[in-house]
T-cell receptor
Framework: QKEVEQDPGPLSVPEGAIVSLNCTYSNSAFQYFMWYRQYSRKGPELLMYTYSSGNKEDGRFTAQVDKSSKYISLFIRDSQPSDSATYLCAVEGSQGNLIFGKGTKLSVKP | DTGVSQDPRHKITKRGQNVTFRCDPISEHNRLYWYRQTLGQGPEFLTYFQNEAQLEKSRLLSDRFSAERPKGSFSTLEIQRTEQGDSAMYLC????????????FGPGTRLTVT
């Protein structure tokens, strides 16, 4: 079992839709959870950084962590064509490294 | 400070040649990380430095790979005797020790081995 699992999609939604992106992880010891956005042929951009369980909101983005089910989510409200990108979830491993999912490719259609 | 920078952005090399990449982290960040990303995959950890000390290395980092951060500022990643399987995006990231999960990435160096 991989340490972080993420459905690669692709996911296509109309402009203005609420997008839900999800990951599961295997190790209950993970404490820090991240979401990155990556445009084609660019480096990942940190979107959300959360500690332990709960919600964190930043503008149109909400990150949610449920440690009891080892489930992390990113919600995007009022999605825009400029949100079209690959979204990567990550956890911080015991070595200080990040462990990433495969990424979900999102397309928001005007 | 404009963020993490990497040079070159693209490199095409023939199999068997050596290549070297450079990363300049965010100036106040004392941790620097190297990752590799292939098409359709998330980045995979290779190694990281805290100041000039190399603290962790992944088993992905074969003996053909070497990384340095001589003065605790910029870092270089060298691949010797490149193979076609080394073709990937090489990403550098940096962070503070106190928030090591909050890593900021550079634009990457795309390596193509022919």
């Amino acid at each position: 079992q991989k340490e972080v699992e993420q459905d690669p999609g692709p996911l296509s939604v109309p402009e203005g839709a609420i997008v839900s992106l999800n990951c599961t992880y295997s190790n209950s010891a993970f404490q820090y959870f991240m979401w990155y956005r990556q445009y084609s042929r660019k480096g990942p951009e940190l979107l959300m950084y959360t500690y332990s369980s709960g919600n964190k909101e930043d503008g149109r983005f909400t990150a949610q962590v449920d440690k009891s089910s080892k489930y992390i989510s990113l919600f995007i409200r009022d999605s825009q064509p400029s949100d079209s990108a690959t979204y990567l979830c990550a956890v911080e491993g015991s070595q200080g490294n990040l462990i990433f999912g495969k990424g979900t490719k999102l397309s928001v259609k005007p | 400070d404009t963020g993490v920078s990497q040079d070159p952005r693209h490199k095409i090399t023939k199999r068997g040649q050596n290549v070297t990449f450079r990363c300049d982290p965010i100036s106040e960040h004392n941790r620097l990380y190297w990752y590799r990303q292939t098409l359709g995959q998330g980045p995979e950890f290779l190694t990281y430095f805290q100041n000039e000390a190399q603290l962790e290395k992944s088993r992905l980092l074969s003996d053909r790979f070497s990384a340095e951060r001589p003065k605790g500022s910029f870092s270089t990643l060298e691949i010797q005797r490149t193979e076609q399987g080394d073709s990937a995006m090489y990403l550098c990231a940096s962070s503070l020790v106190t928030s090591s999960g909050e890593q900021y990435f550079g634009p990457g160096t795309r390596l193509t081995v022919t």
